[in-house]
């Protein structure tokens, strides 16, 4: 049985995600100098500019010294050909 | 139905899998993965998930009732955790066909997995720091597991950083729920009033006892590595040192002869809704329990909605 209530959201698709087909984004990120920059996770943005708010947002369990987004798309895996990279902590 | 799942049990790939993963092996990629496997894994991943978004609905009320802005930020971090434990939860969830935003906001509140522990509004700002000392203790030991044990690697990794924040809300639960039971005698019998309606809730968090619970696949195919009593257990063996410790009653005890932890009463135990009250003697049957958990309580579907329509702007300050 279907649940009726008011006010609910509608899904902008262009806005909320820049088109139909969701667009990744792999985050990496060092605690400070000495240390290294590591691939940390990964969040789905339609944009460049809220790839880096979301990022920022969702893996704040540091403060990070420094952190990147970087498109799926421009990942080049080299030991695993054809495969997109994968979700990988810390 | 019973032939479907006794031929996928002896399906030979499926037993391989079992076999290979109970020797410790970790599975990196979807394509590793068989049919049932596959169906455990996601399954498990979106009730997770799931569970991370109904905690948003409970707080927002002890928003509005904390005693000071610091309680105020607290509590909203804690939240802003938990949609991050979802969010990554969700793109997990993306590699296995799902799309988050229907997920989110296309689906019927009724069909959400959500769990009775996380279906009651916080009234104020103690009831939210006793449902993180005991909630949260219960919710971690589950995670934790999954971090140590699930055998698909990514899944595991991200539980990292959860169970990291998880330790903030746990020890941000019991340093609260100490200061208000020392706090005054008003503040005291409330701190006790909320551990009597949260207790049984978390203990039934981890679900049937094992020698009810007829499917064990989670188990088999390694997605968790302990049992619910296992699990359970650990939770006690935490939360009852902790709460005789700081003074508060809970119904359960360490038994010498058992040589473990074992509750005051026979679960499952009726629970008047309304009143918010168990009543300890009064036995139920597995069967009128898992209708309870199945339907939800009265708050499951207008506390999703308003997560779905985003009602908070005005109310939240
Ligand atoms: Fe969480
Ligand atoms: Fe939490």
Same mark, same amino acid.
């Given at each position: 049985?279907?649940?009726?209530?008011?006010?609910?959201?509608?899904?902008?698709?262009?806005?909320?995600?820049?088109?139909?087909?969701?667009?990744?984004?792999?985050?990496?990120?060092?605690?400070?100098?000495?240390?290294?920059?590591?691939?940390?996770?990964?969040?789905?943005?339609?944009?460049?500019?809220?790839?880096?708010?979301?990022?920022?947002?969702?893996?704040?369990?540091?403060?990070?010294?420094?952190?990147?987004?970087?498109?799926?798309?421009?990942?080049?895996?080299?030991?695993?050909?054809?495969?997109?990279?994968?979700?990988?902590?810390? | 139905?019973?032939?479907?799942?006794?031929?996928?049990?002896?399906?030979?790939?499926?037993?391989?899998?079992?076999?290979?993963?109970?020797?410790?092996?970790?599975?990196?990629?979807?394509?590793?993965?068989?049919?049932?496997?596959?169906?455990?894994?996601?399954?498990?991943?979106?009730?997770?998930?799931?569970?991370?978004?109904?905690?948003?609905?409970?707080?927002? !009320?002890?928003?509005?009732?904390?005693? #000071?802005?610091?309680?105020?930020?607290? *509590?909203?971090? +804690?939240?802003? &955790? /938990?949609?991050?434990?979802?969010?990554?939860?969700?793109?997990?969830?993306?590699?296995?066909?799902?799309?988050?935003?229907?997920?989110?906001?296309?689906?019927?509140?009724?069909?959400?997995?959500?769990?009775?522990?996380?279906?009651?509004?916080?009234?104020?700002?103690?009831?939210?720091?006793?449902?993180?000392?005991?909630?949260?203790?219960?919710?971690?030991?589950?995670?934790?597991?999954?971090?140590?044990?699930?055998?698909?690697?990514?899944?595991?990794?991200?539980?990292?950083?959860?169970?990291?924040?998880?330790?903030?809300?746990?020890?941000?639960?019991?340093?609260?729920?100490?200061?208000?039971?020392?706090?005054?005698?008003?503040?005291?019998?409330?701190?006790?009033?909320?551990?009597?309606?949260?207790?049984?809730?978390?203990?039934?968090?981890?679900?049937? !006892?094992?020698?009810?619970?007829?499917? #064990?696949?989670?188990?088999?195919?390694? *997605?968790?590595? +302990?049992?619910? &009593? /296992?699990?359970?257990?650990?939770?006690?063996?935490?939360?009852?040192?902790?709460?005789?410790?700081?003074?508060?009653?809970?119904?359960?005890?360490?038994?010498?002869?058992?040589?473990?932890?074992?509750?005051?009463?026979?679960?499952?135990?009726?629970?008047?809704?309304?009143?918010?009250?168990?009543?300890?003697?009064?036995?139920?049957?597995?069967?009128?329990?898992?209708?309870?958990?199945?339907?939800?309580?009265?708050?499951?579907?207008?506390?999703?909605?308003?997560?779905?329509?985003?009602?908070?702007?005005?109310?939240?300050?």
């Amino acid at each position: 049985m279907a649940t009726k209530f008011k006010g609910k959201k509608k899904i902008d698709q262009k806005r909320e995600r820049g088109g139909k087909e969701p667009k990744y984004y792999e985050v990496f990120a060092r605690k400070n100098s000495d240390s290294e920059l590591s691939h940390v996770g990964s969040v789905e943005a339609p944009n460049d500019e809220l790839a880096q708010v979301r990022a920022w947002f969702i893996y704040d369990q540091h403060k990070w010294r420094e952190m990147c987004v970087i498109p799926l798309d421009s990942i080049i895996t080299v030991t695993e050909e054809g495969k997109s990279a994968k979700i990988k902590m810390g | 139905m019973a032939t479907a799942i006794k031929d996928i049990q002896e399906d030979p790939r499926e037993l391989a899998l079992q076999e290979k993963v109970a020797t410790g092996y970790q599975l990196e990629d979807v394509e590793e993965m068989t049919d049932r496997y596959r169906d455990v894994l996601v399954n498990t991943i979106h009730i997770a998930a799931d569970l991370e978004v109904v905690t948003l609905p409970t707080y927002s !009320p002890a928003i509005k009732t904390s005693p #000071t802005l610091e309680d105020k930020i607290s *509590i909203a971090a +804690a939240c802003q &955790d /938990e949609l991050g434990h979802a969010q990554m939860m969700y793109r997990i969830l993306e590699d296995f066909g799902y799309d988050t935003h229907s997920f989110l906001f296309d689906r019927d509140p009724e069909e959400w997995r959500t769990f009775q522990m996380l279906e009651f509004p916080h009234e104020d700002y103690i009831e939210s720091v006793v449902s993180m000392c005991y909630g949260d203790r219960a919710g971690y030991i589950t995670t934790v597991d999954l971090e140590e044990n699930c055998s698909y690697a990514p899944f595991a990794r991200s539980l990292r950083k959860v169970n990291y924040e998880e330790t903030f809300h746990v020890a941000h639960g019991e340093r609260w729920t100490k200061f208000f039971w020392n706090q005054s005698e008003g503040s005291r019998k409330r701190v006790q009033e909320m551990v009597d309606f949260y207790f049984p809730l978390c203990a039934a968090w981890f679900g049937m !006892p094992d020698n009810l619970k007829t499917r #064990t696949d989670q188990l088999s195919y390694r *997605i968790r590595g +302990a049992s619910n &009593d /296992e699990m359970r257990q650990k939770w006690l063996s935490r939360i009852v040192p902790y709460s005789e410790g700081v003074g508060i009653k809970v119904p359960a005890h360490f038994d010498e002869e058992q040589g473990k932890f074992v509750l005051d009463y026979e679960a499952p135990i009726y629970l008047d809704e309304e009143k918010r009250k168990w009543d300890y003697d009064r036995q139920i049957t597995w069967k009128e329990q898992l209708k309870v958990w199945k339907k939800g309580s009265q708050h499951k579907v207008p506390s999703i909605a308003r997560v779905m329509s985003e009602e908070w702007g005005k109310d939240l300050w």
